[in-house]
């Protein structure tokens, strides 16, 4: 990890001004340059996108600070994914399910092998889940009414109309959920009991569509 404080430098900041662009304890990043902390997944991704390079060449499995770049892969073989709603990266937001005709094209090669009926697109509104997702991305999502395993992001409805995009953590035959941001500025949520009731997963994210301005 020693190649934070070189990136760190490059970028001609201190350590104080990094940890407060980075939204986390100043103890906290000051361990990371050390090498006495090790960032999760979440927190290494948030890191190389304020640096400017890959998670990769973060950890020292590459050299390179950016992946190699590829020929596009140009295809006329699209389907039309409905885009019927919003969901919050936050909380408190109502399940919107209004489609009022928009599409997004999708390549074929990106559904894997599933029906295009078991797709659907959602925008993205709030900051909890940055900087995995966005304000006014568009994510698509497949339908399913479980998680392969707790830590998963998941569309989920809670509160019967309350949609949100979160990490979703649990454990099999207990009688909670915790929906968890990847923002540290956001709490977690634990629903707990017969809130379970009224709370259920809808999809999983598969494909993030993001505009550049």
């Known amino acids: 990890m020693n190649r934070i404080k070189t990136l760190r430098e490059k970028k001609g900041i201190n350590m104080t001004q990094a940890a407060k ?27 190389a996108g304020f640096y400017g390079v890959s998670v990769d060449y973060l950890i020292g499995r ?17 389907v039309a994914i409905p885009v019927i709603g919003e969901i919050a990266a936050g909380y408190g937001e109502l399940a919107v399910e209004d489609w009022s005709g928009e599409t997004v094209d999708i390549p074929r090669r990106f559904l ?14 709030g900051d909890s889940m940055y900087p ?16 392969a395993r707790s830590g998963e992001i998941g569309a989920v409805l809670y509160d019967s109309e309350m949609a949100t995009l979160k990490k979703v953590e649990y454990v099999t035959g207990e009688d909670w959920m ?6 540290p500025n956001y709490p977690p949520k634990t629903i707990t009991g017969a809130d379970l009731e009224s709370c259920r997963i809808i999809g999983v ?8 301005h």
Do not use: C, W
Request: no cysteine.
């Open 205 to 212: 994210p598969k494909l993030l569509i993001r505009e550049i």
């Open 62 to 78: 590459s050299d390179r600070e950016r992946p190699q770049l590829l020929p596009p892969i140009i295809t006329d073989d699209v």
């Open 132 to 147: 995995l997702y966005m304000e006014g991305d568009k994510v698509l999502i497949l339908r399913q009414t479980a998680l």
């Open 178 to 183: 915790k929906l968890i941001p990847i923002n």
């Open 112 to 125: 894997k092998g599933h029906k295009s009926e078991e797709f659907f697109i959602l925008n993205v509104h």
């Open 21 to 47: 662009a980075l939204q986390i304890p100043y103890t906290t990043y000051v361990n990371y340059e050390k090498g006495e902390r090790e960032p999760n997944t979440e927190m290494l991704i948030k890191i």
